[in-house]
Every structure is written in structure tokens, then in C-alpha cells.
């Protein structure tokens, strides 16, 4: 660490780490509904389960997104955080109002639109937070050093703010309604998102790699280009059968198709950048989940996306098991490996240490990634199934068809176990005691680095 | 890689491109907009009832095991054609009666069966779903989905 305020992510992970854990608790729980129907179905009912694992989910991975800002923030800017005071407000609002909102939740306080269950008030106070937040890091950006990774980083979460407004905004027509919810689902994950991802994959790639800032940040561009380029007109194939023009069939058709090619850019980047650095970076597991990043994104995001994209075929598969299997392997790619990227790369020196557990951490990956995989893979086949019988054959009724599919939801639900001991995993690698580090003559043979920081 | 593109290029592409694509984008939801109210739903036909379900679909977060349109939780049918699944296009009276019993008789209970929760809905909540499930059933979907499954 080499300015003081850059420990504020401390406090960042620890929160994110913990709602990590709660999210994928609750969704074993969710799994276990699917092959135990009678499982908690008066006291907490799959509504609220399954509400509350999306709902952490996300607050998690944007909670990790303000902690790697306020890591990253300071070292591009060269210099501190404009105000901790304000960070940490802003991380206990954060933190009451989700707490708040996951206990009024089991008793049933809730609004009703998917992923915005949130009450009004909850909503003001996330709102909040956000303004609080990105008020102290623009003010810090501002005053001091411009990188490409700091306008790219702001200009995601910018966006991310002021697309969350649409979520105030309720419709009682139900098409107009589903129209700016996508405002706020895909212009965040397909879009303002990526942003996001790419700029901290950016600022690892040139800590891990030691390549010149000048082409790394180059083909931050060319990747953030071919995101929102993409991605924006894109929202078409979101706009298929909800009520909206036929024009968007083609336009899904096509720029869903090209939603790809970002992904794939980010994997060439990140594998060309490693392989021209040539560098041995000390926190080995960091380079693993940097490079693991874009290629789990590439087949969640990109090819397990494709795979639905086109409206012919988004015709029979739209709303069933393929959707969530898509959904799975996408965020998990994309958005939790960048988090927990970050957090492995960081974690050494806001704890003041060399790296260390690297060996834990890398095996945690490994058993995230392929239970995730296999996750991924049964839920395809479970919607391949259902397509199938419910759409194409037809004249099966949808409980005829999901009792078809136990075999395929008890292997998920072995998946989310496993899911859930290699999160365990990971949390105890990056913040349990250490058990094994890198020495300091370890890291100082490591040549044209500094110290993880 | 790429080596006639400097990096000030290729950030003007970005921010250049960026704001073609956003204002392209703005542009035909600003139209799709405009074609929901006058072409493809009812508009008219919202009727106080209407809007009244849309929130007792909301407030008993129905969507978090349904889907609509095909979009929600994949756990429980889809709704957004449960009307014409219940006949509800030749005996509107016969369909509403028969939804508002299946909600009433909920949970099941049976051993081995999804089980839907008991809202505790009025007459009156379970009437305006009705008329909200009725009117999002007539939204021109371009013919999603396939079959009366959902």
C-alpha cells in the first residue's frame, strides 16, 4: 500500500466477502426447494430465497466494486482518498440498508419487480451511498492524475447510478414497465458493467504484467468500445416477446451476436499481455484469477449467451432452465471473478503482508470455477429438456416437464455444494491466518516490481 | 498488436461511438415506447382494476417464483398466458373463477410437489389479479409463446 487510504478496502472486502458467502448459502438453499418442494415452504418460501440470493449477489459484487475503486483510486490518482470519513458512512449505510432489506424480506416486506425487490426506502438509502461514494472518488480523480483506468472506471459507475434511477420508475402498463426495467438489468450487467470489469482487469494486467500503460490502456478503449457498441443495441434480444416492436429481432440478432466479441477481446488482452511481460508476478493466485476472469466470461457471457441469443432460437428457450444456466456461469465469470481477482491481488498489502495461502487460493479457484461449470452444464441440460417436451414437442404441461428434470437439479444441487465449500475456501485463504508466505527475498527476486502493491 | 492506433484514437472512438450508439438506442426505446401504448397493449383498457393487480402481483412478489412474459424465476408456469390456458378467451367468467379457487386452495401440501404459498388475498386483490393477468394476455407478443404450456 502506498497511500494510507487505499486500507479503506479492507473493510470493503470483509463486507463483500461476507454477503459472498450469504448469497451462495441461499442459494443451496434455493437448489435444495427444487429437489425437496416441502423444504422451508411455509416459513420461507422459494420466493423469498431465491429473492434474497440475487439480492446479495448484487450488493456484494457492488460492494466489491467500491472496494477495488477505493484500492485502485489512490494509485492512479496519486493521491489519497478525498475523505475516509465519507467512505466509511458510506460503507454502513450500505451495509444497514442490506440488512434492513434481507431481514424485511423473511417477514415478507418486499416490492415485487425482479431484482428490484427492494422497499422504496431501501432504494433512497442505496441511492444514497452511491452519490456518497462517487462524490469522494470523482473529487479524487479530479485533483489528481487522469488514467484511462480511472475515466473508464468512473464512467461505469456513473453510468450504474444513473441507470438505477429507472428502477424508481413503475409503470402500471406492463410493457412500458418491462421496457426501462431492462434499463436498469441490462444497461448494468451488458453494459455499464463491463466498464467496470474492464477497468479493473486493466489496472491487474498492468500490476501483473509489468507491460507498458500506455498499450494496456490502448486496448482498454478497443475493449470498452466493443462493449458498449455491442451492448447497447443489443438490449434488442431482451426486447423479443415482451411487446415491443418486431425490428428488435434483427437488432437483438445482431448486436446480441457481437456482445461476444468484448469478451473475447478481454481473453486475447489478458493472455497477449501476460505472454509480452514475460514477468514472474509474486501473488501467483492473482494471476490466475486475472487471466481466469475474461475466459470463465467469454463462455458464460459470451458463448453460453449466444447460445439463447438469436430470436429463433430465444422463441423456445426464452424463460426456461437455459436462461438460468446462462445466468449462472455469466456473473460468475464476468463479475465475481473480477471481484475476487482484486481481492487476492490486494488482500497481501492491506494486511501488510507478502503474498501468502497462494496454494489455497488457487485450488479455491479451481473448485469455484468447475463447480460453477457444472452448475452450468446440468442447468443446460435440464433446459435443453424442458425446450424441448414444453416448446417444441409440446403438449406436456410445465409440472409435467420439471418432474422430468430431478436427475438434472440434484446434480445442481451437488454443484452449489461444492460452490459453497470452495467459497469457503476462498474466504478462509485471503483473510484466515497465514499459513504459508512468500518471503521478502522471494518477492524482491521478482525483477521490476514492487511489493504487491 | 495494432500498432496504428494510438491510444488518444482509440479513447475518441469510444466516447465518439459510445454516444451514436446510446442516442440510436434512445431513440427506438423512445419509439417502442410510443408503439406500447398505441399498438401492442391496451392502453385504454387499464382500468383502475388492472393497475390495482399489477400491484398484488408486485407486493406478493409473484414473479420471484413465476415468470411473465417470460421473464422471472423459472420455478413455477408461466403467467403471462395463464388466461388462455384457463379458457379464459371464451368463458372470461369461468377462467377468473377458476384462478381465483386455485389461488384460494393453495398450499397443497403434497409430499414431492412445488408448493405455491397462501396469500391471504381478498375478493377484491384476487379479482384485480384476474383482471391484470387478463389484460397482460392480450399484449401482442409477437406470438411468444410457442404453445399454451408458457
Not at chain 1, 102 to 116: M, S
Not at chain 1, 127 to 154: M, P
Request: glycine content about 10%; hydrophobic content about 50%; charged content about 15%.
Amino acid at each position: 500500500m502506498r497511500y494510507p487510504t487505499q486500507g479503506i478496502a479492507y473493510t470493503y472486502f470483509v463486507g463483500t466477502l461476507a454477503l459472498f458467502l450469504a448469497q451462495v448459502l441461499f442459494g443451496v438453499l434455493a437448489g435444495l426447494v427444487y429437489v425437496w418442494p416441502n423444504f422451508l415452504a411455509v416459513l420461507v418460501p422459494f420466493n423469498i430465497l431465491r429473492m434474497i440470493h440475487i439480492n446479495a449477489l448484487i450488493v456484494w459484487l457492488l460492494l466489491g466494486f467500491f472496494g477495488a475503486t477505493y484500492y485502485l483510486i489512490p494509485e492512479e490518482a496519486e493521491r489519497d482518498i478525498h475523505s475516509p470519513r465519507l467512505a466509511y458512512l458510506q460503507f454502513w449505510i450500505w451495509i444497514v440498508a442490506v440488512a434492513v432489506c434481507v431481514v424485511g424480506y423473511l417477514f415478507r416486506i418486499h416490492e415485487g419487480r425482479e431484482f428490484l425487490e427492494q422497499p422504496v426506502y431501501v432504494k433512497v438509502a442505496l441511492t444514497v451511498s452511491v452519490l456518497i461514494f462517487l462524490y469522494n472518488i470523482s473529487l479524487t480523480v479530479l485533483r489528481g492524475r487522469r488514467t484511462a483506468v480511472t475515466s473508464v472506471l468512473l464512467l461505469g459507475l456513473w453510468g450504474a447510478a444513473v441507470f438505477f434511477l429507472f428502477a424508481f420508475y413503475d409503470p402500471a402498463n406492463l410493457v412500458v414497465d418491462k421496457i426501462y426495467w431492462w434499463w436498469v438489468v441490462h444497461l448494468w450487467v451488458e453494459g455499464v458493467w463491463e466498464l467496470i470489469m474492464a477497468a479493473v482487469l486493466a489496472y491487474l494486467l498492468v500490476k501483473v504484467t509489468g507491460v507498458d500503460r500506455e498499450v494496456v490502456e490502448k486496448w482498454l478503449y478497443v475493449v470498452v468500445s466493443l462493449s458498449l457498441f455491442s451492448g447497447l443495441l443489443g438490449t434488442g434480444h431482451h426486447y423479443l416477446w415482451i411487446g415491443t416492436p418486431g425490428y428488435w429481432k434483427w437488432l437483438g440478432d445482431v448486436f446480441g451476436t457481437l456482445e461476444v466479441l468484448p469478451f473475447f477481446a478481454m481473453v486475447l488482452w489478458a493472455f497477449y499481455l501476460v505472454y509480452q511481460g514475460g514477468r514472474d508476478h509474486p501473488n501467483k493466485a492473482a494471476l490466475l484469477w486475472s487471466l481466469g476472469c475474461p475466459v470463465m466470461a467469454f463462455f458464460g457471457a459470451g458463448v453460453w449467451g449466444f447460445m439463447h441469443n438469436l430470436h429463433v432460437v430465444n422463441y423456445y428457450t426464452h424463460g426456461t432452465q437455459v436462461t438460468a444456466a446462462h445466468g449462472h456461469l455469466a456473473f460468475y465469470g464476468a463479475y465475481v471473478t473480477v471481484n475476487l481477482a482484486i481481492i487476492t491481488y490486494a488482500m497481501p498489502s492491506l494486511r501488510g503482508l507478502t503474498p501468502f495461502n497462494q496454494a489455497l487460493n488457487m485450488w479455491s479457484f479451481w473448485i469455484l470455477s468447475s463447480a460453477v461449470a457444472f452448475m452450468t452444464f446440468t442447468l443446460t441440460f435440464a433446459g435443453v429438456v424442458q425446450t424441448h417436451m414444453q416448446r417444441v414437442v409440446g403438449g406436456y404441461g410445465y409440472m409435467d416437464v420439471q418432474d422430468q428434470l430431478g436427475f438434472f437439479y440434484w446434480m445442481r444441487e451437488g454443484a452449489g455444494i461444492v460452490v459453497l465449500i470452495g467459497a469457503v475456501l476462498f474466504v478462509y485463504s485471503v483473510l484466515g491466518p497465514v499459513r504459508e508466505q512468500l518471503t521478502a527475498a522471494d518477492v524482491a527476486r521478482q525483477p521490476g516490481l514492487e511489493p504487491a502493491g | 498488436m495494432g500498432e496504428g492506433l494510438t491510444k488518444a484514437a482509440a479513447r475518441n472512438i469510444f466516447y465518439g461511438g459510445s454516444i451514436f450508439f446510446f442516442l440510436v438506442f434512445a431513440g427506438l426505446v423512445a419509439h417502442s415506447h410510443y408503439y406500447a401504448l398505441t399498438s401492442s397493449s391496451d392502453e385504454a383498457g387499464l382500468t383502475d382494476s388492472v393497475k390495482r393487480g399489477k400491484a398484488v402481483w408486485e407486493r406478493n412478489a409473484c414473479i420471484d417464483c413465476h415468470t411473465i412474459l417470460g421473464e422471472g424465476a423459472y420455478f413455477a408456469p408461466e403467467l403471462g398466458n395463464v388466461w388462455v390456458r384457463y379458457g379464459g378467451k371464451d368463458d372470461p367468467e369461468g377462467a377468473r373463477e377458476a384462478l381465483k379457487a386455485w389461488i384460494q386452495s393453495m398450499p397443497t401440501g403434497i409430499e414431492g410437489r412445488r408448493q405455491m404459498p397462501h396469500f391471504n388475498l381478498t375478493d377484491q386483490e384476487l379479482d384485480d389479479l384476474a383482471s391484470f393477468l387478463e389484460w397482460t394476455s392480450k399484449i401482442n407478443t409477437q406470438g411468444w409463446p410457442p404453445n399454451q404450456a408458457g
